[in-house]
Nanobody
Framework: QLVESGGGSVQAGGSLRLSCAASGYSYSSYCLGWFRQAPGKEREGVAGIGTGGLTTYANSLKGRFTVARDNAKNTLYLQMNSLKPEDTAMYYC????????????????WGQGTQVTVSS
């Protein structure tokens, strides 16, 4: 089970840190990632991290978002800085074997999401 937390409402320019706690299974051997879905839009990849720390990011988010994992705590993080209104979305964490490529259909396990709202 993957459970996201840390979402909320913030003004543009602010920061949030999302967490995703994994339970019932150790995801240390899986890639972990973040996706988001805004109203009326398709779900898109945000960032992924492999078991050895290899990271991938959506090109448009590089430099503002940072993904990290703590295998001892079975937890994934997403630090989001300089937030913009267009970052408003439901954010989901996910897990998959292999490489942290941000192709939606390749991710097997999903959390329920946490809402992020950025106001201007």
């Amino acid at each position: 089970q993957l459970v996201e937390s840390g979402g909320g409402s913030v003004q543009a320019g602010g920061s949030l840190r999302l967490s995703c706690a994994a339970s019932g299974y150790s995801y240390s051997s899986y890639c972990l990632g973040w996706f988001r879905q805004a109203p009326g839009k398709e779900r898109e990849g945000v960032a992924g991290i492999g078991t050895g720390g290899l990271t991938t990011y959506a090109n448009s988010l590089k430099g503002r978002f940072t993904v990290a994992r703590d295998n001892a705590k079975n937890t994934l993080y997403l630090q989001m800085n300089s937030l913009k209104p267009e970052d408003t979305a439901m954010y989901y964490c996910a897990a998959r074997p292999g490489v942290p490529r941000l192709v939606l259909d390749e991710w097997n396990y999903w959390g329920q999401g946490t809402q992020v709202t950025v106001s201007s």
